[in-house]
């Protein structure tokens, strides 16, 4: 029996040519994951388009509301992760995050990181979107009381998240690298020069 470069037998049985060809998929797939991650502005575009593709074949269709609410629901989910500490203050016994000035510095890490909040964003709405094409998912409901019931929770569960972020003196959000003034450092630093 011949045997390939690896040592592995050629023309094995379909189930390795069939494991080697998902990974090969699987590779491919990740290095064009792997080179979207510094591309945010342009990742965030194309989520939005998905989502108006979404909401224009909803509206089309008027079904499909109950799959509508799920996504909802986990977009929620979802928000409160990328908005929640990685360590829940709360239940948190060492280093917590620095609630005065004079505290060490310790940058906020988020619970779901911005590109995973993205893909998993990107994933649900494709999901969704491919279940709008089978009716078993259109299960008759009364919209306006979903569309209701949801704002009422986001509300809820965003006061309770505002007021953890009071409690714990946190935003999560920063706006780029702090930087100084190089006029101010120069004109405090010519005063202080010796004069002959």
Same mark, same amino acid.
């Given at each position: 029996?011949?045997? *390939? &470069? +690896?040592? *592995? @037998?050629?023309?094995?049985? *379909? /189930? %390795? #040519?069939? %494991?080697?060809?998902?990974?090969?998929?699987?590779?491919?797939?990740?290095?064009?994951?792997?080179?979207?991650? $510094?591309?945010?502005?342009?990742?965030? !575009? *194309?989520? =939005? /388009?998905?989502?108006?593709?979404? #909401?224009?074949?909803?509206?089309?269709?008027?079904?499909?509301?109950?799959? +509508?609410?799920?996504?909802? !629901?986990?977009? =929620?989910?979802?928000?409160?992760?990328?908005?929640?500490?990685?360590?829940? $203050?709360?239940?948190?016994?060492? &280093?917590? =995050?620095?609630?005065?000035?004079?505290?060490?510095?310790?940058?906020?890490?988020?619970?779901? $990181?911005?590109?995973?909040?993205?893909? %998993?964003?990107?994933? @649900?709405?494709?999901? #969704?979107?491919?279940? +709008?094409?089978?009716?078993?998912?259109?299960?008759?409901?009364?919209?306006?009381?979903?569309?209701?019931?949801?704002?009422?929770?986001?509300?809820?569960?965003?006061?309770?998240?505002?007021?953890?972020?009071?409690?714990?003196?946190?935003?999560?959000?920063?706006?780029?690298?702090?930087?100084?003034?190089?006029?101010? #450092?120069?004109?405090?630093? %010519? +005063?202080?020069? &010796?004069?002959?």
């Amino acid at each position: 029996m011949e045997t *390939g &470069p +690896t040592g *592995g @037998a050629l023309g094995g049985d *379909g /189930a %390795s #040519a069939v %494991s080697r060809w998902t990974f090969e998929i699987s590779r491919r797939y990740q290095h064009v994951l792997d080179k979207t991650v $510094p591309h945010i502005v342009w990742r965030w !575009i *194309g989520c =939005l /388009a998905l989502m108006v593709i979404y #909401a224009v074949r909803v509206y089309f269709v008027q079904g499909f509301y109950i799959i +509508t609410y799920g996504l909802g !629901i986990y977009l =929620l989910n979802l928000l409160m992760g990328f908005l929640s500490p990685q360590v829940d $203050p709360e239940m948190q016994d060492g &280093p917590s =995050l620095p609630t005065r000035g004079s505290d060490e510095f310790r940058p906020f890490v988020r619970r779901l $990181p911005e590109f995973k909040f993205w893909y %998993s964003i990107v994933k @649900a709405f494709s999901i #969704a979107f491919v279940m +709008t094409f089978f009716s078993v998912f259109d299960v008759p409901v009364f919209w306006p009381i979903l569309l209701f019931y949801w704002f009422t929770l986001f509300i809820l569960t965003m006061k309770r998240q505002i007021l953890h972020m009071i409690k714990y003196k946190y935003v999560p959000f920063s706006f780029g690298k702090q930087r100084y003034d190089g006029n101010k #450092a120069s004109s405090t630093e %010519s +005063t202080n020069l &010796p004069r002959d």
